[in-house]
């Protein structure tokens, strides 16, 4: 009969050679807290410890999933989807422009940077009635809401990232007379596709962040939305329903950043790849 691997890490066979099992992949390590949660979360509201009023239990948020799904959710993950994704690319995008701009002379950082971090330091809300001020209530004022949130990462770790390589690099690069593009384009932006790596996946955590600000203030359709529905109709399980949606969204496209940072800096030797 075959043994459970899973019940221990070592067992003895007949012989008494005790016999090591692999351990459990990293991925199913990082399922166990929010299994433990889910199923501490059922046993407290079945047992009435907790008011199923306040917090559902997860069988029932779980059924609130499936019966959003057949009058239309796939609507609204789409519709929030789309947003997130046109936002963050285009706040991105100018945040490495000019964070690369800010990193590489140190003019356009006196010029701009005190600007830029005193406009970081303003709540996501504050935005939101000049916004629709400026741009009415369409789909404009959300799509500039989520730059906004995705542009001050991104731009802080290009910023950073390129100002932060070692100077050892600059100078073998200038021994062998690299010209300015050459010396961005193969030493300069290299060394800093961490830093640029991490501000990117802490703007599309903000990005998704914002984007439920934008659809709380005026949307028809989007997570958002339903947040706000649930919120008016007092639905603590559609909440929550939303809440689990956001998280696994936000998850999955946070892992593909990772793959991606993972892909493009296969070269990097540090104690994260050891």
Known sequence: MARDTLAAPAQANDTGVRRKFPPLPR???GLLLPVLGLLAAELGVRTGAIPA?????????AATIADLARQGLAGHVLASTVRVAIGFAGGALLAIMLGAAVGLNRTMEALLDPTFQALRAIPSL???PLLLLWLGIDEAPKLVLIGIGAFFPVYMGVASGIRDV?????DAARMYRLSRPALAR?????????????????????????????ELIAASQGLGYLLSDGRETSRADIVL???????????????????LETRLLAWRDSYATT
């Open 166 to 170: 070692d100077r050892k690099l600059i």
């Open 53 to 61: 009023n306040l917090l559902p239990a997860p069988s029932d948020i």
């Open 126 to 128: 504050a935005w939101v």
């Open 241 to 259: 329903a939303t809440i689990v949606l956001l998280a696994v969204l936000g998850k999955a496209s946070d892992s593909l950043m990772q793959r």
């Open 186 to 214: 193969r030493v300069l932006l290299p060394a800093a596709l961490p830093a640029i790596f991490t501000g990117l996946r802490n703007g599309l955590s903000l990005a998704w962040m914002f984007m439920v600000a934008a």
């Open 27 to 29: 991925s199913a390590l």
